[in-house]
Structures are given as structure tokens and as C-alpha cells.
């Protein structure tokens, strides 16, 4: 028995013997039994020769991890709710500096610098969403969905929400998460109204016909998840206020560069991911997703969120950072909190403030007008290649259907031949919805060159050619 070590918890003879007592066994070899012989190391291991250095580690890992597939090794044009943005380097370079990464968290008023970043991120999203109640973020836009479904099912005392169909499935199935189990009692049921095949956007018909006194919120999203401008966004928010709903909707910040806010049409929340706002891609970890909404008591005292409030202190003319409404969340009340939140992606909040610092309101409407005249001259190429189409070409913003039907081959056929080219082709729509059979989602963004393009043209060309 080693003895025992003041930073090593339950090392303690005595506590490492209650352990066992407690779950009935008399040493702790019983727990792992079940485990075979040859999947066991002994205590006897040999050093072979090999790596002798982290800097030979280091090369070894890069080189073998360069030999996969990623949205860098590749020209990527993948979608369907992660894009591949530009990270400006003074994104990776501050929040890679130990004063920010490792105050990220601590106790609620334990960090100055930290607070004001995090004041910052919320007052520069709440200018683009036209907005003043910004939560800090949590994992993921559909995190953020979930959470802003329960705030509504909450102020309204009722237990139906209404979403389109073609939401992304991902997205869909983290709010049905969100919705909860109806034996579990406080669930929220899902009612769907389908889009039109024709517009792509959502049928008001359908939306009128599903409204009723039981429904607590009705959620859109624009662009949506096939990447169509939602045109009727005012008469959606008409239509769920007089059913006495609260309209939330779910956008990409990129598009508020050129686009009004949600908000301009009187939607309740907006929420939506900030992965576009100077985060990379990654595998395993969240994104970012926000939520925001009027400053209005209403709202605030239902964020299950954090949020950091700028005030005068005792002393004349200063100013401090705190945390505001600690107590409604999972931080301050526990399970009694509105939601639990759990240690979100903090950090991203950072990254985002200093992208959007960077950009101000004319660098984000450069951005939006770079992207949408990408997508859409990429799309009109496309477009122009035999049996293949694009669909509702006129309200995309940097998300596109194209359809390959008429191609008699499928998306899947079509993208292993692009990538043998170096190309990720789009999503793979096909089995998502009805009317997307032979689709796929294609995305262009700002990183996106002339020449990505027409490698892409040309290998499109040849592979439906066959």
C-alpha cells in the first residue's frame, strides 16, 4: 500500500477501506474482474526505443493527423449548422493568453477583466440582434432553442410549441431533449407545421390551423435549415402573438450584417449559434449557442443563464462587473434553478467579443454582402450544369439546396467522387425530409475563392457526367 497523499483524495487508509466496506467487497482487484487477463498491463513495463522527445511527438502526431480529412486538407462546402468561417489570429492569440484561459471561471466576481469581456460580448451581440438582454452562451444553437421553448412554456402556463419540419435533425432532436418525457410531468409537447416544397419557407396556412390557446411559443428560424430566407417573418410573429404564443426565432448572426434583426419584427427571443463569430470547427465540443431578448422583467427572471450587468459602486465615478440574476440559475439555486446550464462554453464568449470588435457594424455588413454574393454566383454556376438544379435560388444567404436527381446518382455516389477530388461536397439531405430526396446542402462562405469554386464546377461536371 503506497501511502497516503495530501493532494490525492480518498488515498487514506482508512477512507480507501470505508470505500470498500461501503460497496461490500474486501479489495478493490473485485471491480475489475471482468476485465480479461491480456487487456491488463502488469507493473512490469519495458521501455522500447521510440520517441525520446516531445518535439519528435509533436511531428510525429502532425504528420499523421495532416494525413486525414478535414475542412482544412480539403475545399470544404459542408453545412447543415457548423460553417467554415475566417478566425481572425487575434482570436486565437488573446484567448490563448493565461489571464483569459485560465479565469474563464471562478467564483461570481472573482476576475475583473473577465467580467468586462464577458459585458462586452453581450452588449455587441445585443447591438447586432437589436436586443438588450444577452445570457452568456451555452453549448449549442439548439441548446439555446431548448432553453428559450421552456422560458415561454414557463410565462405563458402552456405546454405546445410549434416548429417547422425541416428543422436540421441535429437541432431537432437536442430540443426534443429539451422537451422533456410526458410521464416526467413539465414536458412540452411538439407540434409541426410542414414548409412549403414550393417557397421552402414555412406555410402560414398550416401555422394559422396548428395556433390554438395551448400553444406557448412558435419557433422559425431564418435563414432556415435548407438555407431560405424566411420572407414572412413579421405575419409569423403577428400570428403567434394573437394566439397569445411568444415567437422566438432562430438565426445565423453572420446574416444580421445585412439582414433586420428578428427583433425589428417584434419577435420575442432570437437565439442561434456564435460558432460563426471567430470559432473553429471542432470535433466533441460546443459551438456556442445564445439567446437574447428584450429588457423586459418578463424575460430576465426566466434565463437560466448567466449574465453580467455593468453598475456604479460606492465610489463616485467607477464602475464594476457582476453577475445578475445569480440566483434564478444552476449556479446559484441547484436543481431549483429554471434550467440547468452546466459549465457552458464560456471562453467562446471571449472569442466572439473580440470578432465582433474587430469587424464593427461595417466590417459585419462587408462580411454578410461577401457571403451572400459568394453563395449566390456559386449557385448560379451549379445550377448551369446539366440534370443538376438548384432550389429557391433567390433567397439564399450562404446555405443552398442543390438538387441531383435527375443526375441518377445519389448525393452519396456524388460526394465519395468529389472528395477522391479534394472536395467536400455538401450535406447529404437525403432521408431528412420528403421532398429532399437526391439533395444536398451546400454552404459558401468568405474563405471560399474563385479558384475553390471552379475545381468545384469542374469535378461536378465530370462526376454527373459519367
Not at 479565469?103 to 472573482?110: C, E, F, I, Y
Amino acid at each position: 500500500m503506497s501511502p497516503s497523499h495530501p493532494y490525492m483524495a480518498n488515498s487514506a487508509e482508512g477512507s480507501r477501506q470505508a470505500l470498500l466496506d461501503a460497496i461490500g467487497i474486501s479489495d478493490a482487484e473485485e471491480l475489475f474482474a471482468q476485465i480479461p487477463g491480456d487487456h491488463r498491463s502488469d507493473d512490469h513495463v519495458a521501455s522500447v526505443p521510440g520517441i525520446r522527445s516531445e518535439f519528435e511527438l509533436r511531428r510525429m502526431l502532425e504528420g499523421r493527423l495532416r494525413g486525414g480529412i478535414s475542412t482544412d486538407t480539403h475545399i470544404s462546402f459542408l453545412g447543415g449548422g457548423y460553417w467554415k468561417h475566417h478566425v481572425p489570429a487575434l482570436c486565437d492569440e488573446i484567448v490563448g493568453r493565461p489571464e483569459i484561459s485560465t479565469s474563464v471561471w471562478g467564483t461570481p466576481s472573482s476576475d475583473h477583466g473577465r467580467n468586462q469581456a464577458w459585458f462586452e460580448f453581450a452588449s455587441e451581440l445585443g447591438a447586432l440582434l437589436d436586443l438588450e438582454f444577452v445570457g452568456l452562451p451555452v453549448y449549442s444553437w439548439g441548446c439555446a432553442a431548448g432553453h428559450a421553448l421552456r422560458m415561454a412554456g414557463r410565462m405563458t402556463g402552456r405546454s405546445v410549441v410549434v416548429l417547422p419540419d425541416n428543422i436540421d435533425r441535429e437541432r431537432r432532436l437536442v430540443i426534443e431533449t429539451y422537451a422533456g418525457y410526458r410521464e416526467l410531468g413539465g414536458s412540452l409537447e411538439i407540434r409541426e407545421v410542414p414548409v412549403d416544397p414550393a417557397s421552402g419557407t414555412v406555410s402560414l396556412e398550416a401555422l394559422h390551423a396548428a395556433l390554438g390557446d395551448d400553444v406557448a411559443a412558435v419557433y422559425v428560424e431564418t435563414p432556415n435549415a435548407w438555407g431560405v430566407i424566411e420572407h414572412d417573418i413579421a405575419r409569423i410573429v403577428d400570428a403567434a402573438h394573437a394566439a397569445g404564443a411568444e415567437a422566438i426565432v432562430g438565426v445565423d448572426p453572420i446574416s444580421l450584417g445585412g439582414l433586420a434583426s428578428p427583433a425589428a419584427f417584434g419577435a420575442d427571443i432570437v437565439v442561434g449559434s456564435i460558432q460563426p463569430l471567430g470559432i473553429h470547427l471542432n470535433a466533441g465540443g460546443g459551438v456556442g449557442g445564445f439567446i437574447a431578448s428584450r429588457d423586459e422583467e418578463r424575460y430576465a427572471r426566466q434565463f437560466p443563464t448567466l449574465q453580467v450587468s455593468i453598475a456604479p459602486t460606492i465610489r463616485e465615478g467607477e464602475r464594476a462587473f457582476g453577475m445578475t440574476l445569480f440566483g434564478q440559475s444552476s449556479y446559484g439555486a441547484r436543481e431549483l434553478g429554471n434550467d440547468w446550464t452546466g459549465n457552458s462554453v464560456y471562453l467562446w464568449a471571449v472569442r466572439a467579443a473580440i470578432y465582433l470588435a474587430l469587424l464593427g457594424p461595417s466590417g459585419m455588413r462587408e462580411l454578410a454582402e461577401t457571403v451572400a454574393a459568394n453563395a449566390r454566383r456559386t449557385a448560379q454556376l451549379i445550377a448551369e450544369i446539366p440534370t443538376v438544379s438548384v432550389r429557391y435560388a433567390d433567397r439564399i444567404f450562404k446555405e443552398f439546396v442543390v438538387d441531383f436527381s435527375d443526375t441518377g446518382r445519389t448525393v452519396a455516389d456524388i460526394n465519395a467522387a468529389l472528395l477522391e477530388r479534394g472536395i467536400l461536397g455538401g450535406h447529404d439531405l437525403t432521408g431528412s425530409h420528403p421532398s429532399l430526396e437526391g439533395c444536398a446542402l451546400y454552404c459558401v462562405t468568405e474563405v471560399i475563392s474563385e479558384d475553390d469554386v471552379r475545381q468545384l464546377i469542374s469535378a461536378l461536371e465530370e462526376v454527373v457526367a459519367r
